[in-house]
């Protein structure tokens, strides 16, 4: 094998990558080499690449030159020392979180609270989260490492391309997962359409899920959505009214038992204010979109109607294990996923043109490995 890989590598912030030529990474003690052979181009990586040294200053890059990239799929090329459980030619998924493995949030099982957490090839949610953003490079890449925690097997029937879709679906999984979602549960998603919200439509199935409500704004992919999952999806566009007003409605007064909010950070706080007040008694909402601001809440109503509202940041790598062996059983169908795939000489295209996506069902990969 030849000791020198491709690799886009962004040296200023705000500047197109560059196709570099660097050395092969060698895996040391806990880590693998994986032969990247998919990664997906998330909406938000033009904001990170631009703005986000001014947007959040506390939330780390790494130090530049570096390669990003969120989502990779590949296969297991090397094994580092005292790796078990995993072998040369596994078909992986690399989950992007890094955690230091010794603070107590780590020794408690839960990493992704980690004090150092960091996402590879992204960025970092503390000031001590450099050092593993640098041990760790993205996978923009022909090769890349990746502690042995990270990984997600992939079943056969499962593409590297699709694979690379499962940073965002898992956001989606491990928010419902929280929330409790399951048969006889009604679940309200604002921005089902979009990139996050879409992975509630393609998991209701094995969920048990048969009343999930979505809203959006554009009805030609709202009526994409309302076809997925068996008819298990209904919508509302937002120019139709007030989201709590349909959702009394289509419940008969009850509301939603599970609140998922994946608007963006551009989002106008009254349409996430208008999911709070459609949710039932009792009922549990979940932010993974980051909608930006101060968002002024009613807290007595969530104290009298014994509400909840949490974050969900990301998910862990056993549950990307589950979402794998759901595809494995035929109960989560990736299939809807339309993939646009361009060579690693392409990034800068592919980054600045995923604006011009059919909502969350564009699924914008950077195969390394092919040539343009």
Same mark, same amino acid.
């Given at each position: 094998?030849?000791?020198?890989?491709?690799?886009?590598?962004?040296?200023?912030?705000?500047?197109?990558?560059?196709? %570099?030529?660097?050395?092969?990474?060698?895996?040391?003690?806990?880590?693998?080499?994986?032969?990247?052979?998919?990664?997906?181009? +998330?909406? $938000?990586?033009?904001?990170?690449?631009? !703005?986000?040294?001014?947007?959040?200053?506390?939330?780390?890059?790494?130090?530049?030159?570096?390669? &990003?990239?969120?989502?990779?799929?590949?296969?297991?090329?090397?094994? #580092?020392?005292?790796?078990? #459980?995993?072998?040369?030619?596994?078909? +992986?998924?690399?989950?992007?979180?890094?955690? @230091?493995?010794? @603070? *107590?949030? @780590?020794?408690?099982?839960?990493?992704?609270?980690?004090?150092?957490?960091?996402?590879?090839?992204?960025?970092? &949610?503390?000031?001590?989260?450099?050092?593993?953003?640098?041990?760790?490079?993205?996978?923009?890449? %022909?090769?890349?490492?990746?502690?042995?925690?990270?990984? +997600?097997?992939?079943?056969?029937?499962?593409?590297?391309?699709?694979?690379?879709?499962?940073?965002?679906?898992?956001?989606?999984?491990?928010?419902?997962?929280?929330?409790?979602?399951?048969?006889?549960?009604?679940?309200?998603?604002?921005?089902?359409?979009?990139?996050?919200?879409?992975?509630?439509?393609?998991?209701?199935?094995?969920?048990?899920?048969?009343?999930?409500?979505?809203?959006?704004? =554009?009805?030609?992919?709202? =009526?994409?959505?309302?076809?997925?999952?068996?008819?298990?999806? *209904?919508?509302?566009?937002?120019?139709?009214?007030?989201?709590?007003?349909?959702? *009394?409605? %289509?419940?008969?007064?009850?509301?939603?038992?599970?609140?998922?909010?994946?608007?963006?950070?551009?989002?106008?706080?009254?349409?996430?204010?208008?999911?709070?007040?459609?949710?039932?008694?009792? /009922? +549990?909402?979940? $932010?993974?979109?980051?909608?930006?601001?101060?968002?002024?809440?009613?807290?007595?109503?969530? !104290?009298?109607?014994?509400? *909840?509202?949490?974050?969900?940041?990301? &998910?862990?790598?056993? %549950?990307?294990?589950?979402?794998?062996? !759901?595809?494995?059983? /035929?109960?989560?169908?990736?299939?809807?996923?339309?993939?646009?795939?361009?060579?690693? =000489?392409?990034?800068?295209?592919?980054?600045?043109?995923?604006?011009?996506?059919?909502? #969350?069902?564009? $699924? &914008?990969?950077?195969?390394?490995?092919?040539?343009?």
């Amino acid at each position: 094998m030849s000791a020198i890989m491709r690799a886009a590598r962004m040296h200023d912030v705000g500047e197109p990558m560059r196709i %570099e030529e660097l050395p092969v990474p060698v895996p040391g003690p806990g880590d693998v080499r994986v032969a990247v052979h998919a990664v997906n181009i +998330v909406p $938000n990586l033009a904001n990170i690449l631009n !703005m986000w040294t001014t947007w959040f200053p506390h939330s780390p890059l790494p130090t530049l030159p570096a390669i &990003f990239g969120l989502d990779p799929a590949g296969v297991v090329e090397a094994v #580092g020392e005292g790796v078990q #459980g995993v072998a040369v030619g596994d078909r +992986v998924y690399v989950n992007p979180g890094r955690s @230091c493995g010794s @603070c *107590r949030s @780590c020794r408690n099982g839960d990493s992704i609270n980690c004090a150092s957490y960091a996402f590879a090839g992204y960025f970092g &949610f503390s000031s001590t989260s450099l050092g593993l953003l640098d041990r760790y490079h993205g996978g923009l890449a %022909e090769y890349m490492l990746a502690p042995a925690y990270s990984l +997600v097997k992939l079943p056969d029937t499962l593409s590297f391309e699709a694979a690379a879709r499962f940073g965002y679906l898992g956001t989606m999984y491990s928010a419902l997962r929280k929330a409790g979602a399951g048969p006889g549960k009604t679940v309200l998603v604002n921005g089902v359409s979009g990139t996050l919200g879409i992975g509630a439509a393609l998991l209701a199935p094995a969920f048990g899920l048969t009343h999930v409500y979505g809203t959006g704004r =554009d009805r030609g992919l709202l =009526d994409q959505v309302g076809r997925l999952a068996d008819g298990r999806v *209904r919508v509302h566009a937002l120019d139709d009214g007030p989201v709590d007003a349909w959702i *009394r409605e %289509e419940t008969g007064g009850h509301g939603a038992d599970i609140y998922i909010d994946a608007l963006g950070p551009g989002a106008p706080h009254e349409t996430f204010l208008s999911g709070m007040r459609a949710m039932a008694r009792g /009922g +549990v909402a979940v $932010n993974i979109g980051a909608v930006t601001g101060d968002v002024s809440i009613d807290i007595h109503r969530m !104290m009298d109607q014994q509400l *909840r509202l949490i974050g969900s940041a990301w &998910f862990t790598s056993g %549950e990307g294990q589950d979402m794998a062996d !759901m595809v494995e059983a /035929g109960l989560l169908d990736l299939g809807p996923l339309e993939h646009q795939v361009f060579p690693l =000489d392409q990034v800068n295209e592919a980054i600045s043109g995923i604006a011009q996506r059919n909502g #969350g069902l564009s $699924n &914008f990969i950077i195969s390394p490995s092919a040539v343009s």
